[in-house]
């Protein structure tokens, strides 16, 4: 089945600087990457998803790139702000199996 | 918007007991999962249902079960409770199985004790 491997695990920033998130997939026939922002207290909230047609996309200050050949994905937050302080997933899907990553808990410092 | 409830934010439970997490769903989606989320192990899916009364085993079944009657309403339930499935649990619903955004309930912590 397929396997997603997310890193860093934590990831600390200063208030305006980017932060990248990486993920990598084992299965070559995943076609869904969907990103996922939980805050304290809350389920995980998609913020951003790709499928396997396109190679980027970006949704204001949140982008995230699709390398197929490579079998990775990556999140990149711009500018960021404390508001982004959360933990973020990744995950692949391929038909009706979605894998998740271990997350990655992101703090921005004011 | 999607919504996704659970009944209950925080559940303390006895082993041996038999518990039940309820989840409901107000998008008419067909489909709805049970996860669990534990530290450094992300989500891992334990049951999910792709239509009334139907059922499909994630990768994390063993001391599950799952109930599903009616299309807006998911239940996950534990047997016999044992400490090592105190966690956070999630529902969430979406509305196609293939390459579709989950919507997540807030979870429900269960401890047993």
């Known amino acids: 089945g397929e396997n997603v491997e997310q890193h860093p695990s934590t990831l600390s920033v200063q208030e305006g600087d980017s932060a990248v998130i990486k993920c990598t997939y084992s299965d070559s026939a995943s076609n869904y990457f969907p990103w996922y922002k939980q805050e304290l207290g809350k389920g995980p909230q998609l913020i951003i998803d790709?499928?396997?047609?396109?190679g980027e996309k970006k949704d204001q200050r949140i982008a995230v790139t699709l390398n197929k050949t490579a079998k990775h994905f990556s999140l990149h937050i711009t500018e960021t702000q404390p508001e982004d302080s959360a933990v973020y997933f990744c995950?692949?899907?391929?038909?009706?199996?979605?894998?998740f990553g271990a997350g990655t808990r992101l703090t921005v410092k004011p | 918007d999607v919504k996704v409830t659970q009944s209950s934010r925080y559940l303390v439970k006895r082993t041996g007991e038999k518990v039940f997490l309820e989840c409901v769903q107000d998008m008419d989606h067909e489909n709805m999962f049970w996860y669990r989320q534990d530290p450094g192990l992300g989500l891992r899916l334990i049951y999910f249902?792709?239509?009334?009364?139907?059922?499909e085993k994630g990768d994390i079944p063993e001391g599950y079960s799952v109930s599903r009657e009616k299309k807006e309403r998911f239940s996950l339930i534990l047997e016999s409770a044992s400490t090592n499935q105190t966690s956070m649990y999630l529902c969430?619903?979406?509305?196609?199985?293939?390459?579709?955004?989950?919507?997540f309930g807030n979870g429900t912590r269960l401890t047993v004790t």
């Open positions: 249902s792709y239509d009334v009364k139907m059922k």
């Open positions: 790709i499928r396997s047609n396109v």
């Open positions: 995950a692949a899907s391929i038909n009706n199996d979605m894998r």
């Open positions: 969430a619903s979406a509305q196609f199985v293939r390459s579709s955004p989950l919507h």
